[in-house]
């Protein structure tokens, strides 16, 4: 099977850009990819408790938008916000900005909140489906608080857990967790099979390859 590194990926969106394919786009097509997944796979996914658990980065970027296309399924969504809402990448501020504005459809809890780990534990303690968006192919080294917490009340739960490209703490190029990782279910890998999640079922679950539409024209030169 055909494998591909962190660089590589980020090498191809920057291909696809020039093709005049922009990131937003990509952004949106692996976030719908996520919520048509847990709309399929859930049984009787309406009146679930769903969860997305995001950092500010792409990946988190990649869960605001899924939050956005359940809510328009009619699913109840609660969006929990770990990192600051200072965002690394226009896109994710921008589908961030969207969700503030979805006060009817989306509840949010933040850092900013008073009591947010309490309100994070008791909201992930009770939730059915909980897809992980914290961290993206870009995770090293150590975990730092809060994500740290937040990873092990994850893993403590029983909720069906979705990762979101890969499982956040999982070394996307050696398979090697460093210090902890969300244990999934199931992990959505978009494009295709990143390198560090062959032979890690123990932590990824079944993984399924999820096209969004990258033009095969941005891997020449890469692949």
Do not use: C
Not at 42 to 48: A, D, N, S, T
């Amino acid at each position: 099977m055909l494998t591909i590194n962190a660089d590589q990926m980020n090498k191809i969106d920057e291909n696809s850009e020039k093709l005049g394919l922009p990131r937003v786009i990509l952004m949106e097509n692996a976030g719908r990819a996520l919520a048509e997944y847990a709309k399929r796979r859930i049984e009787k996914l309406e009146g679930k408790r769903i969860i997305i658990v995001a950092g500010n980065g792409n990946n988190g970027g990649d869960g605001f938008v899924a939050a956005r296309h359940l809510a328009g399924y009619g699913i109840d969504v609660l969006v929990i916000l770990v990192g600051e809402e200072k965002f690394k990448t226009n896109e994710s501020s921008l589908n961030w900005k969207v969700l503030r504005q979805m006060t009817k459809s989306i509840k949010i809890i933040t850092k900013a909140d008073p009591g947010f780990m309490d309100l994070t534990k008791r909201n992930i303690s009770n939730a059915d489906v909980i897809i992980d968006a914290l961290f993206g192919t870009g995770i090293k080294g150590k975990i730092r608080q809060p994500y740290s917490k937040v990873i092990d009340l994850m893993n403590r739960s029983k909720a069906f857990t979705i990762a979101v490209d890969i499982p956040s703490g999982l070394d996307p190029l050696t398979g090697v967790v460093h210090d902890k990782s969300v244990i999934a279910d199931t992990t959505l890998t978009f494009h295709k099979m990143k390198t560090g999640l062959i032979d890690r079922m123990d932590i990824t679950g079944e993984v399924i390859i999820v096209p969004i539409g990258i033009p095969p024209e941005a891997e020449i030169g890469v692949l």
